[in-house]
T-cell receptor
Framework: GESVGLHLPTLSVQEGDNSIINCAYS??????FIWYKQESGKGPQFIID?????DKRQGQRVTVLLNKTVKHLSLQIAATQPGDSAVYFC???????????FGSGTRLQVQP | EAQVTQNPRYLITVTGKKLTVTCSQN?????MSWYRQDPGLGLRQIYY???????DKGDVPEGYKVSRKEKRNFPLILESPSPNQTSLYFC????????????FGPGTRLTVT
């Protein structure tokens, strides 16, 4: 598979544990903050979004927390599974040209 | 199946030889975009399009061209490729009112020698 982001920070967890992936963002004017998952050899895949006027949003096995005071975003994955192994990117979406501005990514490794 | 397709998936070419990477989506999305992904630099937007015949520059447009003659297609054109355009390229699409939820293609690995 592809091996982009060779110097990514890595989070290693045991199967069944909870994972927390963190991200610092820079643009306070962003409307949405988003998490994407990229498996080896594939394009990024949308996981969950949170609007800038919220501080928490839950999905299926995932929770995103937004702390605007310190410009921090986190993704919590409950009961981490081997299929969760991937690179996770946080992204910001603002107004205007609708570009996603991606963070550098965190590699999640799930140990069986 | 709803998807974004790109062709080719892998391409090795030489400096200066014009090439086109095709992108097609079958979800009737208004918005389409091209990104390049490089180690340490993450994903950066090259060009985007909000609708047919409407395109605009992203963060790194130099050396690239695009066109949007049909809603479903958004080809990326490199008129005179150079080695610094060696990268992994992704096409993405979305609905305009959900532009934060972009659907990405499988990627095109381009090597320019």
């Amino acid at each position: 598979g592809e091996s982009v982001g060779l110097h990514l920070p890595t989070l290693s967890v045991q199967e069944g544990d909870n994972s927390i992936i963190n991200c610092a963002y820079s643009n306070s004017a962003s409307d949405y903050f988003i998490w994407y998952k990229q498996e080896s050899g594939k394009g990024p895949q949308f996981i969950i979004d949170i609007r800038s006027n919220m501080d928490k949003r839950q999905g299926q096995r995932v929770t995103v927390l937004l702390n605007k005071t310190v410009k921090h975003l986190s993704l919590q994955i409950a009961a981490t599974q081997p299929g969760d192994s991937a690179v996770y990117f946080c992204a910001e979406s603002g107004t205007g040209r609708r570009a996603l501005t991606f963070g550098s990514g965190t590699r999640l490794q799930v140990q069986p | 199946e709803a998807q974004v397709t790109q062709n080719p998936r892998y391409l090795i070419t030489v400096t200066g030889k014009k090439l086109t990477v095709t992108c097609s989506q079958n979800m009737n999305h208004e918005y389409m975009s091209w990104y390049r992904q490089d180690p340490g630099l993450g994903l950066r937007q090259i060009y985007y399009s909000m609708n047919v015949e409407v395109t605009d520059k992203g963060d790194v447009p130099e050396g690239y061209k695009v066109s949007r003659k049909e809603k479903r297609n958004f080809p990326l054109i490199l008129e005179s490729p150079s080695p610094n355009q060696t990268s992994l390229y992704f096409c993405a699409s979305s609905y305009m009112d959900r532009d934060y939820e972009q659907y990405f293609g499988p990627g095109t690995r381009l090597t320019v020698t």
